[in-house]
């Protein structure tokens, strides 16, 4: 853990993204305009976490579920992420930022799809903070695909299921490189995962902040690092 002013940086930190809606509604904007501003905030929180020595952190930015959502917003959000691709492009290779993609991507459109692939491949090299967007994710989902190809392999005789070891298991899932998030951060004062990282947030502290997304800055990250630092980890020990 890094360590500022006094404060330990966790090294892998997750965030429910939550409030962009909510955020518009109060201001009389549609919803879109809600998602437009969480993604300020989101370029913002990856150069803030990276300069504070923050090793990975992972984002929620579009579950499984979400797709139930009006054609309009569903919609919208694409068109915001094509937009933002080329500006994450960028501020990765500002900031030395390695970007990963869990979830299922097959489903998104090709262009999004040969987009996330490019930012993958042209961020591979940087040895920075690594930035995880989680799209079209959703944990049992996860699971459900990682369980599929562990059974496959287990068909070809390449792996034996009455020696499967949890850590054998989580090669098969998404974060397969990345590490358990050590603090999870939901916006919007909602106490819910909604089907976030379930087998990775087994031990992680949670801190819950009533701001919306599009509000959450610094000051607010630092404010969640510091309740992180008042909570005593014990993993099931004493
Ligand atoms: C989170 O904000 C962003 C996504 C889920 C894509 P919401 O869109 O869920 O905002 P609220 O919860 O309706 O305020
Ligand atoms: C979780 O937020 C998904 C993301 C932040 C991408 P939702 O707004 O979809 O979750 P629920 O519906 O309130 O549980
Ligand atoms: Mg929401």
Redesign the pocket.
């Known amino acids: 853990m890094e360590d500022i002013n006094g404060l330990s940086i966790p090294s892998s930190i997750a965030i429910?993204?939550?409030?962009?809606?909510?955020?518009?509604?109060k201001r009389g904007l549609s919803?879109n305009m809600?998602?437009k501003e969480?993604c300020r905030t989101v370029e913002q929180i990856i150069e803030d976490c990276a300069r504070l020595g923050v090793k990975y952190l992972t984002v929620?930015?579009?579950?499984t579920e979400?797709w139930k959502?009006s054609e309009d917003?569903v919609t919208g959000?694409m068109q915001l992420f094509r937009y933002y691709a080329g500006r994450l492009l960028a501020k990765a290779r500002d900031n030395n930022v390695r970007v990963l993609m869990i979830g299922d991507r097959s489903r998104f459109p090709k262009d999004i799809i040969a987009s996330i692939d490019r930012l993958e491949s042209e961020t591979a090299g940087n040895t920075g903070m690594t930035f995880v967007m989680a799209a079209n994710y959703g944990g049992r989902d996860e699971i459900r695909r990682a369980a599929a190809r562990y059974a496959m392999d287990a068909k070809d005789g390449k792996t034996d299921p009455s020696e499967l070891t949890e850590e054998e298991f989580s090669e098969y899932l998404d974060t397969k490189s990345i590490p358990d998030p050590d603090l999870l951060i939901r916006?919007?004062g909602?106490l819910r995962l909604?089907n976030f990282l379930l087998w990775q947030c087994a031990y992680s502290e949670i801190v819950i902040t009533d701001v919306?997304?599009p509000d959450f800055d610094r000051d607010e990250l630092i404010r969640c690092i510091t309740e992180f630092n008042g909570r005593k980890r014990r993993f099931g020990g004493v």
């Open positions: 429910i993204m939550d409030g962009n809606g909510r955020w518009a509604q919803r809600g998602h969480g929620y930015a579009f579950s979400n959502r917003e959000l916006t919007s909602e909604s919306y997304w």
